[in-house]
């Protein structure tokens, strides 16, 4: 695989399909979790405070401060939030055993503990969760027999007992476990064709006004690349709009491609012609965000819910208008532009200056830059230009890799 293609994969490609998923999962649980201990916790440790059980208060105070920081504190990623999460199931599952003995709640959260780690971890920490799980029954059952363990009186209750009990647990837990198991891959399988006919299906739409306007595959793969660094690193601003989220961020990196489709509708006369364009054919030309717009929007009558879609509309209605209103083909002004246009204008703008074309040879990087800055605020959204002109040496880069690749 190339550079270009590599870097592209890096940026738009989804690593694990059920990403997404799994942080809607963890910020649903965990965050009902949350709000349902607020009386619990404080009822606990008042109850614990009462009888004079001090480790166990202490105990509570920590699992849910460890609830509240993988819930709200940004600089924790959701790789290491799931991690953390599961170790708190099992850590109040052990810690409610060792308290009080064999309680519903000790093995109810144990229980929960390797099915968690296959959601939000997947398969294989789902098997060392079950591993974990029987080593500490079994040394909890050790620790029973020669009682080194004091819990409350259980009449009649002996380590036979407990072990028929432990055995029966880990046995329901693994059909439990290994059923989510299951049925996670073939929802990760589904989502993952999916999200491959999607792309399939944008790309295809981009290549036919790729082809009629004489450009190159790496075009598009450019227009990915910089939409994806422009909006990641306004995303990471402080200033940043709401929108700009995650999701936001795919669907811009996809249908980022789709900036030009309308041109579909433009005679090749026009579209081909190497030469300057007239005052009468650059009117013609002028049409494109409007076809492009009317297509996409054809399309999402029969899928409504496509947000990618609905995003390449705006994109390829609106990448023409300019911050100051001088633009087209609706003269809309500042942030009644849609965000998703701006951040293709600035990117669109760049690739054309910097790409070869039949009528003119490439800007510098340097010259681009500064065409851009002088645009700010007059062609482009100024806070987007402040962006640019963070990570403008990750855009020379890719600019120089994939004019090295096209010759």
């Known amino acids: 695989m190339s550079p270009i293609l590599g870097s592209l994969a ?55 401060a460890v609830l509240l920081t993988i819930l709200f504190k940004q600089s924790i990623s959701d790789s290491q939030r799931f991690f953390i999460g599961c170790g708190l199931a099992y850590s109040i599952g052990v810690g409610f055993l060792l308290a009080i003995g064999p309680s519903g709640a000790g093995f109810f959260w144990l229980f929960i503990f390797p099915p968690l780690a296959a959601i939000l971890l997947g398969r294989i920490a789902s098997y060392w969760a079950q591993a974990i799980n029987v080593f500490s029954l079994l040394v909890i059952g050790i620790c029973f027999q020669f009682q080194l363990l004091i819990w409350p009186n259980i009449e009649g209750y002996n380590t036979v007992i407990w072990s028929v009990v432990a055995i029966n647990f880990i046995a329901a ?8 198991c299951y049925l996670l891959e073939k929802l990760s399988n589904s989502l993952q064709s999916t999200l491959t006919s999607r792309r ?5 739409l981009a290549k036919l006004a790729e082809y009629r306007d004489n450009e190159t595959g790496a075009h598009l793969l450019r227009m990915q690349q910089y939409t994806a660094l422009l909006a990641s690193q306004r995303a990471l601003e402080q200033d940043a709009p709401q929108e700009l989220t995650d999701s936001f961020i795919e669907d811009i990196t996809l249908s980022s491609v789709l900036h030009d489709i309308g041109k579909v509708g433009i005679a090749d006369a026009i579209l081909l012609k190497p030469g300057r364009l007239t005052a009468e054919e650059f009117e013609s030309i002028k049409a494109h965000p409007v076809i492009g717009a009317d297509v996409l929007s054809s399309l999402i009558e029969y899928a409504p819910q496509c947000n990618f879609i609905k995003m390449g509309r705006d994109i390829a209605g609106g990448h023409h208008e300019k911050w100051d209103g001088s633009g087209y083909p609706k003269g809309l002004q500042g942030e009644n532009i849609p965000l998703s246009a701006r951040i293709v204008a600035l990117v669109d703008v760049y690739d054309a200056l910097t790409s070869p074309r039949c009528y003119k040879k490439p800007f510098s990087h340097k010259d681009a830059v500064k065409l851009i800055r002088e645009g700010k605020a007059k062609h482009f959204d100024p806070y987007l230009v402040e962006s640019f002109m963070t990570i403008h040496q990750q855009f020379e880069y890719l600019s120089l890799s994939s004019l090295d690749e096209t010759k």
């Open 10 to 64: 890096d940026l738009i490609e989804i690593n694990d399909s059920l990403s997404v998923w799994r942080k809607v999962i963890f910020d649903k649980l965990f965050g009902t979790l949350a709000i349902i201990c607020i009386p619990v916790y404080f009822t606990s440790v008042y109850l614990c405070l009462e009888a004079n059980l001090w480790p166990m208060a202490i105990f509570d105070t920590l699992v849910y």
């Open 173 to 180: 837990n693994l059909m439990v476990s290994l059923s989510i």
């Open 200 to 204: 399939a299906t944008v790309i295809g």
